[in-house]
Nanobody, 122 residues
Framework: QVQLVESGGGLVQAGGSLRLSCAAS????????MGWFRQAPGKEREFVAA????????YSADAVKGRFTISRDNAKNTVYLQMNSLKPEDTAVYYC???????????????WGQGTQVTVSS
């Protein structure tokens, strides 16, 4: 079992920045690929970014490329999502997830956090 707890969400003006953190406990964090997903009201959960267990490879959705950066610190059992140049359309609940392989697909992830709200005002 892996327990994931997100933090760092909040209310920010358009153009601002936030850094989300996801702290993991339980089974060895460094063995898992980690992903960030988001879900806005009335919409399906969508891929934001993911990073391989080693941190050597990462992917981002086109909608956030160049603005969001995923990183991880295996010594701290934590994965981060640095979000810059935020837009109102980035407003959503953001979830971190752990899985056995790097994937864009939510169903490929085995463990999920409870989510943290990000609201971007115009």
């Amino acid at each position: 079992q892996v327990q994931l707890v997100e933090s760092g969400g909040g209310l920010v003006q358009a153009g601002g920045s936030l850094r989300l953190s996801c702290a993991a406990s339980g089974r060895t964090f460094s063995l898992y690929a980690m992903g960030w997903f988001r879900q806005a009201p009335g919409k399906e959960r969508e891929f934001v970014a993911a990073i391989r267990w080693s941190g050597a490879t990462s992917y981002s959705a086109d909608a956030v490329k160049g603005r969001f950066t995923i990183s991880r610190d295996n010594a701290k059992n934590t994965v981060y999502l640095q979000m810059n140049s935020l837009k109102p359309e980035d407003t959503a609940v953001y979830y971190c997830a752990a899985g056995g392989s790097l994937s864009y697909t939510p169903s490929r992830y085995d463990y999920w956090g409870q989510g943290t709200q990000v609201t971007v005002s115009s």
